[in-house]
């Protein structure tokens, strides 16, 4: 998969799959940018894969859900690289601690807390990618979403809120992907199932989820790792997948499937 030389701007790259994207980016050759929300974790994730892989990988922390804060992630990475190849959004939350559920059950403030991080920054992240991108006539965009922006479920993981960001991000990827295909841009999203990740920690550690993994992802009937969706996007980031626009990728195991 080529990225060799390509800027990849990663939004959320401190840890689970933003952190093992960064990894292959740079062992694939790519200049690669991680983000993140605080200095200290931004510029440790940074010098774990610098010192591992033996690239260059530039921390910038700021706010994805701040429209300065992100203004200044592709400023800086325009005044050292002069480009932007790839961005990839990773970056996201589960609301359930601030009252996401049940649409009958979930709070105001957890439904609007949802749609900042999980709709908004991504807006703010391709608002500003794709002006550089326009410039260039060139690029290659790839959102997270979830299966739950595909599905929905009986139980287990009943967060409407998510449920809606998670969709608005595919819809909203869609109908960019069309429009600015005449500017030789690519825009995809590739939607996880259940992973091992920093987020996903009450779904792994709960006996009754992880039963019915057997009938969520009957290909793999426990979860899934970073990597496989990192893989997904290395693809999607890549030059083999230059005919490649506007498709919502699922690496989930067979749930969407069914």
């Given amino acids: 998969m080529n990225v060799k030389d390509k800027v990849a701007v990663i939004i959320g790259g401190t840890g689970g799959i933003g952190l093992e994207t960064a990894t292959q980016m740079a062992k694939h050759g ?55 190849d790839v961005l990839v959004h990773v970056a996201g939350i589960s609301g359930r601690k601030w009252g996401d559920g049940p649409l009958d059950e979930c709070s105001e403030e957890g439904f609007d807390v949802v749609m900042n991080a999980n709709l908004k920054s991504v807006y703010l992240t391709n608002h500003f990618a794709l002006q550089v991108m326009k410039k260039q006539r060139n690029g290659s965009i790839i959102n997270i979403s979830s299966v739950l922006g595909l599905v929905g479920t009986q139980a287990h993981f009943t967060t409407h809120a998510y449920a809606a960001s998670r969709g608005a991000v595919i819809a909203m990827s869609r109908s960019a992907a069309v429009y600015y295909a005449k500017d030789h841009i690519r825009i995809n999203v590739v939607s996880p199932g259940l992973l091992d990740t920093p987020m996903s920690q009450r779904a792994i550690n709960d006996e009754v989820i992880m039963d019915a993994l057997t009938y969520f992802q009957p290909l793999a009937p426990h979860v899934g790792y970073p990597n496989d969706v990192a893989q997904a996007i290395m693809f999607l980031a890549s030059d083999e997948a230059k005919f490649v626009t506007g498709i919502t990728l699922p690496v989930d195991g067979g749930w969407t499937a069914q």
Avoid: L
């Avoid at 892989?53 to 994805?64: K, L, M, N, S």
């Fill in 30 to 84: 790519a200049k690669v940018i991680i983000t993140g929300r605080t200095k200290d974790r931004t510029t440790t994730a940074a010098e774990e894969v610098m010192k591992r892989e033996g690239a260059i990988i530039v921390p910038i922390h700021g706010d994805a859900t701040c429209a300065s804060d992100v203004e200044n992630i592709f400023s800086k990475t325009m005044d050292q690289f002069g480009r932007v």
